[in-house]
Nanobody
């Protein structure tokens, strides 16, 4: 199983980035997908979640600024980030989780997002 993130980088406050996570080795459309982030000295936190069916959810800190979406043909999940703030600086990780099955959760290697002027 591989989850490969891309799209991170350095952006100025107020700017936008789009992260992508390409999955292989899993039946993508039966997995819930999520984006997490971890800033230095902080715990990893959930940013956005898109289930195989149902509604997306977001951390309060990113609501109305970030949008998660998935393409079940391309086996890819996206995170569109707008109005970025310095506090969004973190390593962003993609997660795939098969609901109700223990042990079927996978992580990408992470991609750095830095918001700074």
């Amino acid at each position: 199983v591989q989850l490969v993130e891309s799209g991170g980088g350095l952006v100025q406050p107020g700017g936008s980035l789009r992260l992508s996570c390409a999955a292989s080795g899993i039946i993508f459309d039966i997995y819930d997908m999520g984006w997490y982030r971890q800033a230095p000295g902080k715990q990893r936190e959930l940013v956005a979640h898109i289930p195989r069916v149902g509604r997306t959810t977001y951390a309060d800190s990113v609501k109305d600024r970030f949008t998660i979406s998935r393409d079940n043909v391309k086996n890819t999940v996206y995170l569109q980030m707008t109005s970025l703030k310095p506090e969004d600086t973190a390593v962003y990780y993609c997660n795939a989780d098969r609901p109700y099955y223990q042990g079927f959760t996978y992580w990408g290697q992470g991609t750095q997002v830095t918001v700074s002027s």
